[in-house]
């Protein structure tokens, strides 16, 4: 879907933003089910990246054979989609297949990523109630009660055959409750969530229509809140961008064609110090510069096999840093959005703190006051090298 994002463009988002990494997902044109397709997938990056990067594998029911066989410097994790969308047409419907998939992963030491809503709440929904015809009836028909269900099937599985499992894009303050009360009964569950689903809520949506239409849905203050309390506790693991661009045309077509997602990757460090310096205003600014590089740095490459070489600045690890202007105000327009689909959710705020120099391996590329990129080399990791 190359006419609203390519690598070229999003790896400039992602270096804006003082993001040096990438993890991307599965859910292209072609899909990526294969080993040969991450191959083929590599070569189509190589030269076009700033940033270095990896990939999710993605599983659909006739793929079940390729993770069988995978080779961990192709992927550590494989992304399932429990319920669908737009751009995910690969949906596990079948619950002898996701029991499989899992029982895979925990064979081959997999970690299973997953889109946690129950496809099946949603299909009776719409089948009740109609699909959503303005964005006031959008959470309406994508409740907490899919997430919740599908999450809870996860946890059984994960009980039944010890898979490593990380929920994405967590929305509600009872998917924090039970998938912190699993970690804390020992089970290998983690989680994260957005800073999308950290900025906005559910009246967002209902004002601005698609730009704040996502999937999972934004909720409530209160669960909100209940996110923000997960990040500054330790209980969510991560931070997602959900890089997810459309185009401005796709955004503005009726509410049931239009499709969920919003760009992410350059918005992501700025939003989350923006709200932690919000949220926590007498709190030291080097403990919540400590609680980013924490849920966006150490812990990613920890939970995807690159903690040998990236997540910290210790010597033999990669020189990725990023210089960041902590009291740098600004506001995100046009101009300054690098992704190629043009536009942020986050046109109009107020921004305080602005990446100014991102270096990966040692090499500068984004310089913020020279207007200026570096070369595009980055780099397929591989998770075995230190």
């Known amino acids: 879907m190359t006419h609203k994002e390519d690598w070229a463009h999003g790896s400039r988002a992602a270096a804006a933003g003082g993001v040096t990494t990438v993890i991307d997902m599965p859910n292209t044109r072609p899909p990526l089910h294969s080993t040969q397709a991450a191959h083929a997938k590599a070569d189509l990056i ?18 079940l ?23 995910a047409p690969d949906v596990i419907h079948d619950p002898a297949t996701l029991d499989r998939i899992f029982a895979v992963a925990a064979d081959r030491d997999l970690r299973v990523v997953l889109h946690a809503e129950d496809n099946t ?12 015809r303005t964005y006031r009836d959008y959470e309406t028909h994508r409740p907490r009660s899919g997430a919740l269900i599908a999450v809870a099937r996860v946890l059984d599985l994960v009980r039944a055959h010890g898979t490593r499992a990380h929920i994405l894009h967590v929305s509600s303050a009872e998917e924090c ?26 009246h967002d949506t209902r004002r601005t ?11 409530t203050q209160a669960d909100q809140d209940r996110l923000w309390h997960a990040l500054t506790t330790g209980e969510l693991a991560t931070i997602g961008s959900d890089h997810a661009p459309h185009t401005i045309e796709e955004k503005t077509r009726p509410p049931a064609d239009a499709p969920p997602g919003l760009p992410g990757v350059q918005e992501l460090l700025p939003v989350l110090l923006t709200g932690l310096r919000r949220r926590l205003p007498d709190h030291p600014l080097d403990d919540l510069l400590t609680l980013v590089a924490t849920a966006c740095a150490a812990r990613p490459a920890e939970l995807f096999g690159l903690a040998a ?44 703190g602005r990446p100014e120099i991102t270096v990966r391996r040692g090499e500068i590329i984004f310089d913020h006051a020279a207007g200026r990129f570096g070369s595009a080399t980055g780099e397929w990791l591989d998770p075995t090298t230190p």
């Open 309 to 352: 070489r990236k997540g910290r600045i210790a010597p033999g690890h990669d020189a990725d840093l990023v210089v960041l202007d902590t009291d740098a105000t600004w506001c995100p327009t046009p101009d300054t959005i690098r992704s190629k689909c043009g536009w942020s959710a986050y046109e109009g705020w107020t921004l305080t």
């Open 46 to 63: 190589k030269g076009t990246s700033l940033v270095d990067y990896r990939f999710h594998m993605g599983v659909a029911p006739h793929t």
């Open 65 to 87: 054979g390729e993770l069988a066989d995978l080779d961990p410097r192709i992927a550590t994790s494989v992304k399932v989609f429990m319920a669908g969308h737009h751009t």
């Open 209 to 219: 229509g698609a730009r704040t239409r996502i999937s999972p849905a934004i909720r």
């Open 177 to 202: 409750d039970l998938l912190a009360a699993a970690h804390h009964a020992g089970l290998p569950v983690t989680f994260e969530t957005t800073p999308h689903h950290l900025s906005f809520t559910h």
């Open 121 to 132: 709440v949603f299909r009776l929904l719409d089948d009740y109630l109609g699909t959503p």
